[in-house]
């Protein structure tokens, strides 16, 4: 073989390696690029349009004990809200904001929380006598699960519910928020959710789970104390605590995993003076001001997570008109089903109450908690879409 003939098949040979290591960076490069931009979404909220609906009450005042109902037999979704005045749980149609129909609840004196399994099977929580009522769609009670026993062991516990802190029944079991009757110290190192076991139509057994995390037991009180929970589809509980940037995964009664779900717009958590804790101007002054995470949601709908962070603000507003609680701005911290930090919306003060409620046409956010109109009153919400683009 002569030089010549060396020399071109060289050039041949380095021809082929370069368009092999060419091919090898464009799919290294590509793999790359899709790696990092496939969770790196932008997303936005676009209004679809208002809802307002008119109570059925002439009350100045709304409780915290409301939800969203979708009935899979009609396709029709529903503002289900617990009327104390009437003693009624109304639903009313996110399609026209019009009332729907009731459910009275004779039983018991009042509704503490109440969970909605289809219209023939809504479970309510009295807190009074630690009893969950199984009711049928004529209020008619069918069942009865007493669960004082689990609460006066040792240490009395009292329940409630919130829109944050739900009564939930999942998979044969109730999820119920809790809080020892202890002054604020002891408090904190007593577990904040009881689970109760149902087998056979009886109660099994009971478990306390959720605690406050290390920060909250170091001797500082920081004013807030009513963490956040949520439920994921393999039943994990997910845990939002005010004044933490970690939020905690709990299985049953075991703690798991903490992970870092940080916002951007919180930073330093001040303390609470504890000489002040029994005077009421300071503590309402207290939470106006101060920064915290709020509800922590799962969206079965988008297969995403939502963190609420309440952001700072002063006492006054730019026109030196006193600030109210709510009135702050806040955000909405969006995370993937792993918990991975995806973006984090911004909601501008005085606009819309620092809670959502997730519904299968969007996230849905009140205006506020009622709005009068002669002897009218209504609830005003704003339904949006959650955008997101790769």
Same mark, same amino acid.
């Not at 958590?269 to 920064?291: G, H, R, T, V």
């Not at 969206?299 to 702050?328: F, M, S, T, W």
């Given at each position: 073989?002569?030089?010549?003939?060396?020399?071109?098949?060289?050039?041949?040979?380095?021809?082929?390696?370069? /368009?092999?290591?060419?091919?090898?960076?464009?799919?290294?490069?590509?793999?790359?690029?899709?790696?990092?931009?496939?969770?790196?979404?932008?997303?936005?909220?676009?209004?679809?349009?208002?809802?307002?609906?008119?109570?059925?009450?002439?009350?100045?005042?709304?409780?915290?004990?409301?939800?969203?109902?979708?009935? $899979?037999?009609?396709?029709?979704?529903?503002?289900?809200?617990?009327?104390?005045?009437?003693?009624?749980?109304?639903?009313? #149609?996110?399609?026209?904001?019009?009332?729907?129909?009731?459910?009275?609840?004779?039983?018991?004196?009042?509704?503490?929380?109440?969970?909605?399994?289809?219209?023939?099977?809504?479970?309510?929580?009295?807190?009074?006598?630690?009893?969950?009522?199984?009711?049928?769609?004529?209020?008619?009670?069918? /069942?009865?699960?007493?669960?004082? +026993?689990?609460? #006066?062991?040792?240490?009395?516990?009292?329940?409630? #519910?919130?829109?944050?802190?739900?009564?939930?029944?999942?998979?044969?079991?109730?999820?119920?928020?809790?809080?020892?009757?202890?002054?604020?110290?002891?408090?904190?190192?007593?577990?904040?959710?009881?689970?109760?076991?149902?087998?056979?139509?009886?109660?099994?057994?009971?478990?306390?789970?959720?605690?406050?995390?290390?920060?909250?037991?170091?001797?500082?009180?920081?004013?807030?104390? +009513?963490?956040?929970?949520?439920?994921?589809?393999?039943? &994990?509980?997910?845990?939002?605590?005010?004044?933490?940037?970690?939020?905690?995964?709990?299985?049953?009664?075991?703690?798991?995993?903490?992970?870092?779900?940080?916002?951007?717009?919180?930073?330093?958590?001040?303390?609470?003076?504890?000489?002040? +804790?029994?005077?009421? $101007?300071?503590?309402?002054?207290?939470?106006?001001?101060?920064?915290?995470?709020?509800?922590?949601?799962?969206?079965?709908?988008?297969?995403?997570?939502?963190?609420?962070?309440?952001?700072?603000?002063?006492?006054?507003?730019?026109?030196?008109?006193?600030?109210?609680?709510?009135?702050?701005?806040?955000?909405?911290?969006?995370?993937?089903?792993?918990?991975?930090?995806?973006?984090?919306?911004?909601?501008?003060?005085?606009?819309?109450?620092?809670?959502?409620?997730?519904?299968?046409?969007?996230? &849905?956010?009140?205006?506020?908690?009622?709005?009068?109109?002669?002897?009218?009153?209504?609830?005003?919400?704003?339904?949006?879409?959650?955008?997101?683009?790769?």
């Amino acid at each position: 073989m002569t030089q010549i003939h060396r020399q071109i098949i060289l050039n041949i040979i380095k021809k082929m390696c370069y /368009r092999i290591i060419k091919h090898i960076i464009a799919i290294v490069s590509a793999l790359f690029l899709f790696s990092c931009t496939k969770d790196a979404k932008e997303f936005s909220l676009r209004l679809i349009n208002d809802i307002n609906i008119r109570a059925r009450d002439s009350t100045d005042w709304v409780q915290f004990y409301c939800n969203i109902y979708y009935d $899979n037999k009609t396709n029709k979704e529903y503002f289900v809200w617990n009327n104390d005045l009437l003693k009624t749980l109304d639903f009313y #149609s996110l399609d026209d904001g019009m009332f729907a129909f009731s459910y009275r609840i004779n039983i018991f004196q009042r509704i503490d929380g109440f969970f909605i399994n289809n219209f023939d099977s809504i479970f309510i929580l009295n807190k009074k006598n630690n009893e969950i009522g199984l009711f049928n769609r004529m209020g008619k009670l069918t /069942r009865m699960f007493n669960f004082n +026993s689990f609460m #006066s062991n040792k240490v009395a516990y009292s329940c409630w #519910s919130t829109i944050e802190a739900p009564f939930i029944f999942r998979l044969n079991k109730f999820y119920i928020n809790i809080g020892a009757n202890l002054e604020v110290e002891k408090f904190l190192k007593h577990p904040k959710l009881l689970i109760i076991n149902i087998e056979n139509n009886e109660i099994k057994s009971c478990n306390k789970s959720v605690f406050f995390p290390i920060n909250y037991l170091q001797n500082i009180d920081y004013g807030f104390y +009513s963490p956040s929970y949520a439920l994921s589809p393999n039943g &994990l509980i997910i845990c939002s605590f005010e004044v933490c940037h970690f939020i905690c995964i709990y299985k049953n009664d075991k703690l798991i995993k903490t992970l870092a779900v940080k916002s951007k717009y919180l930073n330093k958590f001040e303390e609470s003076d504890k000489s002040q +804790s029994s005077n009421l $101007n300071y503590n309402i002054q207290f939470q106006i001001k101060n920064p915290r995470y709020g509800g922590i949601y799962y969206d079965r709908y988008n297969n995403l997570y939502y963190r609420i962070a309440n952001h700072k603000q002063n006492l006054k507003d730019e026109n030196n008109l006193p600030n109210d609680v709510g009135d702050n701005p806040w955000s909405i911290i969006i995370m993937n089903d792993n918990f991975k930090l995806l973006n984090e919306l911004f909601i501008p003060k005085q606009k819309y109450y620092s809670y959502i409620f997730i519904t299968k046409k969007g996230i &849905l956010l009140l205006k506020n908690r009622k709005t009068h109109q002669g002897n009218r009153y209504y609830f005003c919400f704003s339904l949006f879409k959650l955008k997101h683009e790769i």
